[in-house]
């Protein structure tokens, strides 16, 4: 027994290692070539044959040539074990593409981004410009800068969303777009003729009317002599120009912290109309949003003098006005991505 054996052995195992093609031929090679039958294992038995000195050294080499064979499975069994694995992932995966009849088609804005935009050039074609703020607030601009300070019960009303920030109930998903008002009335010098649209979010039950996370725009107006008769001139000549002729109005009277006089305003329902049904609640009208007068304590919270300046504010969901429009029963089918109901806008 030599060198050159040991190393003939080593070889022709690691030939026979390498060329295994599977997990299951790697392990038949592992006995074949490390086993207790193979060729490197009878080198063992010779040992006993040589001198002390010389059964030392040959020892070693056999144990050398034993762990090269040894690392090069283990190698091996790594690299057989992820390619088994890359094949059978794609044995087993599942094509879930959608693959819609016909030729593709170009995708579009949602029916809400559509009626937003076709409202802001509404209003914007009345002499409105448009700002927008953060859907992150403060306690500060969402409540008590509108007239709603701590413990007040129009809080109750908002079922709001709190962040786990800064002071307990410091911070919110916006309730309203409302507080953009009071962010352009601390930027901007009065004259200001603005609107403010984006989204809101309460902690609302999804009903026929209403969703957790809505889109709302509202407006403001503060001016010299302004009064509620030029408000109620203004949302008769928005709810026209939306709506069209047919569509009749009215307001009722209301309240709201941050506006006083207050009022509602409403439409006849489009589902039933005005006879009623499940999404007027039989009532025959839809309410679209509030209105009235800015509180004096909101223009104090900006430091506008009240005695000077007057103005008025309104709101309502633009989902709900595309509902009324196009006839919709239920909002919530707004947010189902079903393709043939956003097909047809």
Sequence with gaps: MDAAEIDLIEKTGLSRIESAASLDDLRAAETEVL???????????????????????????INHARARLQAAADERRVALGAEERRRRLEAERLD?????????????????????DELEDLFVGMGYAVAEGPEVETDWYNFEALNIPKAHPARSGHDSLYFEWGEPESTLLRTHTSPVQIRVMQTQPPPIYSIMPGKVYRKDTPDARHTPSFSQLEGLVVDRGITFGDMAGTIDTFTRAYFGPGMRSRLRP?????????????????????????????????????????????????????EEWSGFAFGFGIDRLAQMRHG????????????????QF
């Design 96 to 116: 879930l593409t959608e693959v819609l009849p016909g030729p593709p088609t170009r995708g579009h804005l949602t029916l809400i981004t559509q009626t937003r």
């Design 328 to 343: 919709i029963a239920d909002m919530r089918v707004l947010l189902d991505n079903d393709i043939r109901f956003i097909g």
């Design 254 to 306: 209301a309240y709201f912290p941050f506006t006083e006089p207050s009022a509602e305003f409403e439409v006849t329902c489009a589902i039933c109309a005005g006879s009623g049904c499940r999404t007027c609640s039989g009532t025959g009208w839809i309410e679209l949003g509030g209105c009235g007068m800015v509180h004096p304590n909101v223009f104090a919270a900006v430091g506008l003098d009240a």
């Design 35 to 61: 086993g207790k039958k193979s060729a490197i294992a009878r080198l063992n038995t010779r040992l006993g044959s040589l001198s002390p000195d010389d059964r030392k050294a040959v020892g070693q080499v």
